[in-house]
């Protein structure tokens, strides 16, 4: 079945002010690149009236964009936080559906493409538009950017792939800027964060590894290290967490500058990754929210495509093996490819 333009008004004349909703309940790295459409709606349409709704958990990516007037949310049932309950997290998803039914919004756009709940957000909001990311859509290109920017030549626009973007919280910022030792300012060398974590088995590079490199980079460039990682016990059913696979990597660099950050939201994350020089990461939010900060980057890549899910824009290297099986990358080859990025860029 095919998603198109769900209404009877003609392509060819597009509003000049027109009100726009952009729904996004995805994960991190979805919402990071949904933003080069909503860079590129703005610049083509700088009176327009442009919103976007997304969860609470994957907010902070659209916090302080300049590209949108409204930011709205709502909370996932699985994102529950202490106190709150289901029939509450219900009501106010209700109140803030009624809040942008008032709105009248000539179009909904759905880059996520055709998934259930943000099709039937769409609809109980409502406009004279809803544009479904579709199967027409890949004629923009083979990466998720690019597909969701191809939307633009369905609303009679011009066809545009900005970079990424993304505002760090200022607070955030400095927060963990001020947990870095203070001789870090005169030491030589690159700040390199290492992020451990990866939400697919196939994706998760094995601890000894990320040690092993610590001392290589260090050896090759004098660098210091940020070192990051889902906080929580691995045994937690709905947020597993690296708590003890930082500990295993911290054990083993204990002489070399490594700070461990731990981050309990995603302010935070945010905030160490604009604080780098370059990123070791696998394939995740993390990987997307560094190269929306332009942030150099050897990506590893195990069971998905890094012509779809690959940083945009920004310098990185990728590395995938035959097996697409992360932990089959030696550490050596992360190395090499590191030192070779950062001599280029």
């Not at 009248?104 to 769409?122: E, T, V």
């Not at 870090?184 to 060398?189: E, F, I, N, Q, T």
């Not at 939400?199 to 590894?209: H, I, N, Y």
């Not at 981050?263 to 990123?279: N, V």
């Amino acid at each position: 079945m095919r998603h198109r333009v769900l209404d009877l008004y003609s392509l060819d004349t597009p509003e000049k002010n027109p009100r726009i909703l952009i729904i996004r309940r995805d994960n991190i790295g979805d919402l990071v690149c949904t933003t080069p459409l909503i860079q590129a709606l703005r610049e083509q349409l700088p009176n327009a009236y442009i919103a976007a709704l997304v969860t609470r958990y994957n907010m902070a990516v659209m916090e302080g964009n300049p590209d949108i007037d409204a930011l709205f949310s709502y909370t996932k049932a699985k994102h529950l936080g202490p106190g709150e309950s289901a029939l509450g997290i219900f009501w106010s998803r209700l109140v803030t559906i009624w809040n942008l039914r008032r709105q009248r919004f000539d179009w909904i756009l759905l880059p996520g493409g055709p998934q259930r709940s943000a099709m039937r957000f769409a609809r109980w909001i409502g406009a004279k538009k809803i544009l479904i990311r579709d199967q027409e859509d890949t004629a923009g290109g083979s990466h998720h950017v690019e597909q969701c920017c191809h939307q633009l030549l369905r609303m009679g626009l011009q066809f545009e792939t900005p970079s990424a973007r993304l505002t760090p919280n200022p607070d955030a910022v400095a927060k963990i800027k001020s947990t870095l030792p203070s001789d870090w300012k005169v030491l030589p060398g690159p700040v390199i964060t290492l992020h451990l974590s990866a939400r697919k088995p196939s994706q998760r590079w094995a601890a000894s590894k990320f040690a092993e490199i610590t001392h290589k980079l260090h050896e090759a460039l004098g660098a210091k290290f940020i070192l990051l990682w889902s906080p929580g016990a691995a045994d937690n059913p709905l947020h597993p967490g690296d708590d003890e696979k930082a500990n295993e990597v911290l054990k083993v660099t204990i002489s070399l500058p490594v700070q461990a950050v731990r981050t309990e939201r995603l302010e935070d994350l945010i905030g160490a990754l604009s604080l780098s020089d370059a990123i070791i990461c696998s394939d995740g939010g993390a990987m997307h929210l560094a190269a929306a900060l332009s942030k150099p980057m050897v990506c590893l890549f195990g069971d998905s495509d890094p012509e779809h899910w690959g940083p945009w824009k920004t310098h990185h290297r990728t590395l995938q093996k035959p097996s697409r099986e992360v932990d089959d990358i030696s550490a050596q080859e992360v190395t090499s490819a590191l030192v070779d990025l950062l001599g280029k860029s």
